[in-house]
Nanobody
Framework: QVQVVESGGGVVQEGESLRLSCTAS??????????MAWFRQVPGAEREWISC????????NYADSVRGRFTVSRDMEKNTLFLQMNTLKPNDTAMYYC????????????????WGRGTQVTVSS
């Protein structure tokens, strides 16, 4: 069974940076024709959409809470999605999830075909 795997989480101080990565465990899942998104979730709260990159024109969208600090990107050759997170704040603390959307579908906050298991980001003040 194909799995989507995030990595790069950790514990950092306020103001520091982290880069998250997302890959597929099997080569049969290509990200090439898929919009890819990042979500995050804290215990007791709903999963929050934070960013998406489209599959065709590379347009990137961000939630207001992260715009200007986070950057989503993708490496097609490595079949990898990234989230560069700068100027981290304590309220960025959450489990971060990679979301793979259906082939040829536009960026969506709800139409997810594959979810990763998450990587924990903790920002201390």
């Amino acid at each position: 069974q194909v799995q989507v795997v995030e990595s790069g989480g950790g514990v950092v101080q306020e103001g520091e940076s982290l880069r998250l990565s997302c890959t597929a465990s099997e080569s049969e899942l290509s990200f090439t024709w898929r919009a890819m998104a990042w979500f995050r979730q804290v215990p007791g709260a709903e999963r929050e959409w934070i960013s998406c990159i489209s599959w065709n024109d590379g347009i990137k969208n961000y939630a207001d809470s992260v715009r200007g600090r986070f950057t989503v990107s993708r490496d097609m050759e490595k079949n990898t999605l990234f989230l560069q997170m700068n100027t981290l704040k304590p309220n960025d603390t959450a489990m971060y999830y990679c979301a793979v959307q259906p082939k040829y579908a536009p960026c969506s906050r709800s139409n997810v075909e594959y979810w990763g298991r998450g990587t924990q980001v903790t920002v201390s003040s």
